[in-house]
């Protein structure tokens, strides 16, 4: 790419919107007016134009769930029970709310001229019984980390190589907010959140993962040098 196109988008990447207090996920908008760090900046800017956030929003749980290969073949009828007619059945639902996409932190290896990038993600998920008619509320959290690096070929030109991206599994943790709950419907959400945890990394994975290499693939090699130096 040419050198002023690779600066033009810089700019843009770097510049910050005018509508962007109207942004409605305010996470990112938070960290992107308030960090210090060109790469951060970039970066968050990068996943606000192209809407992680509504991404992650929109998965569709309960599908995932049931055609997944981490789980039991048919895992959603399993948890509701067999004896629920298909209507009731598909009546249930489970939809991703009041989510916080956070930047954690950046590391860098200058002699390896290596970088890793962490995101902290959290949302609730508000999975709706369809046999009692009761919402009950999980809230997820998890963390996603990215790494990259200027790789050399023959010549001594760099070039951009991006790594392993993927939700560190150590990190998944979910948690029932929803108290009030009889005991068929806790039996019902504690396997839920079972499945959930094998689940979400990859379907997080699916949707941040891609936005991150776009954005990476147009950062500009002389900007990683002078960030390392």
Known sequence: ??????LLILLCLLSLPSALHKQPWPGLAKVHASSKSTLVR???????KHN???RIQNICLLGSLNNSKQVTAGMVAWLIGDSMSLQQQQEGSANINNIQLDYGRIQMSVPKEWFSADISLEFDIDLRVPFKNKTATTHARMNLSVEFWLEKDEFGRRDLAIGNCHV???????????EDLSAKVKHFVRNFRQNLEKVIPHLIEDQVCP???EILRQLDVKLLKSLME
């Open 1 to 6: 790419m040419h050198p002023f196109w690779k």
């Open 42 to 48: 970039i970066i968050t800017q990068g996943l606000m």
């Open 52 to 54: 992680a956030e509504g």
């Open 168 to 178: 560190e599994p150590s990190s998944v943790h979910t948690t029932v907010l929803t």
């Open 211 to 213: 936005l991150i290499g």
